[in-house]
């Protein structure tokens, strides 16, 4: 499957008081390394959606790619910046703040299109 991943972690978390939801964390580790953790298996190539602490978040060795607005325009302008750097013929999307997503949520998402 060429399928690239794209880990969403650009928004402004108003609702956390304005932290990145990306760097909390979550049993001593951030909650985008979860999510890499979980979503880099399934796909062939990985990104990561992030508009602040980017050097924070380039320390992961995932290329970044940040919304192209610089209003925080929500997942889809992650989601539009994701686009914009996928080489592969399909996209699948994981927000930072799902730690616990399937492990083979990929291939079940993959399988559901045939």
């Not at 399928?3 to 956390?16: D, E, K, N, P, V």
């Not at 990561?48 to 290329?63: C, K």
């Not at 940040?66 to 996928?86: H, I, K, V």
Request: hydrophobic share 40%; aromatic share 4%.
């Amino acid at each position: 499957m060429e399928i690239t991943g794209l880990i969403l972690a650009g928004g402004r978390s108003t609702r956390m008081g304005d932290a990145d939801k990306g760097l909390q964390q979550l049993h001593g580790t951030p909650l985008v390394q979860h999510a890499i953790h979980r979503l880099q298996p399934q796909v062939s190539a990985l990104l990561l959606n992030a508009n602040r602490n980017l050097a924070q978040y380039q320390a992961f060795g995932i290329p970044l790619c940040s919304d192209e607005t610089a209003n925080f325009d929500g997942p889809l302008a992650g989601l539009q910046a994701g686009l914009r750097q996928c080489k592969t013929p399909l996209l699948a999307t994981a927000p930072c703040d799902s730690p616990f997503f399937p492990m083979n949520m990929v291939q079940r998402l993959h399988r559901s299109l045939l």
